[in-house]
């Protein structure tokens, strides 16, 4: 059972370049979310989808979108990378149980953009 | 959104309980509280979650304040391997979005 799988691991881009990030997960979990995480500093959250077909704002949306057109599948995209979206990305995901679920997350995307 | 408050940092000696405090003031009926910890390099790791009564695990306890508005993340035995940043969060009612804070770094003193 392979869980949460972010694609790719590792990404080095250059400035105006775009890219996909790909979140999949096989547990059948309804909610997923994009975090990222600066060096030192706590998860913030990007966005976040309830359902297939589904995706809101969360608290650092500027500069990104999302699509959750496949409910095992969440994409995570950049149209014009610029320096100050060097991260490491990461996807989770959960059940829809009211908060009752944990969690599960992946290993993480490190993107650098120069 | 509810928001948590923990210390930045804490420390504890190998084998000795640790607990890790977390605040939630304007907690909601219905959030449930979860814990989560983030090891050098890595994801984060669900630890623990609860909503009302005091929670165990294997990993730890969770102490719910009857008011809801503080929680204690308490591990029994610290052990070098639980080296980690600490994340209180909540999963905000209605909208299940689940926003980290900053965390509490733990260190663990051999």
């Known amino acids: 059972n392979a869980g949460v799988t972010q694609t790719p691991k590792f990404r080095v881009l250059k400035t105006g370049q775009s890219m996909t990030l790909l979140c999949a997960q096989d547990m059948n979990h309804e909610y997923m979310y994009w975090y990222r995480q600066d060096p030192g500093m706590g998860l913030r959250l990007i966005h976040y989808s309830v359902g297939e077909g589904t995706t809101a704002k969360g608290e650092v949306p500027d500069g990104y979108n999302v699509s959750r057109l496949k409910k095992q599948n969440f994409l995570l995209g950049l149209e014009s990378a610029a320096p100050s979206q060097t991260s490491v990305y990461f996807c989770?995901?959960?059940?829809?149980?009211?908060?009752?679920?944990?969690?599960?997350f992946g290993n993480g995307t490190r993107l650098t953009v120069t | 959104d509810a928001k948590t408050t923990q210390p930045n940092s804490m420390e504890s000696n190998e084998e000795e309980p640790v607990h890790l405090p977390c605040n939630h003031s304007t907690i909601s009926g219905t959030d449930y509280i979860h814990w989560y910890r983030q090891l050098p390099s890595q994801g984060p790791e669900y630890v623990i979650h609860?909503?009302?009564s005091n929670v165990n695990n294997r990993m730890a306890s969770l102490a719910i304040a009857e008011d809801r508005k503080s929680s204690t993340l308490i591990l029994h035995r610290a052990t070098l391997r639980d080296a980690a940043v600490y994340y209180c969060i909540l999963s905000t009612s209605g909208t299940y979005k689940y926003i980290f804070g900053t965390g509490t770094r733990l260190k663990v003193l051999a």
């Open positions: 989770a995901s959960s059940p829809r149980d009211r908060g009752n679920s944990p969690l599960h």
């Open positions: 609860g909503l009302t």
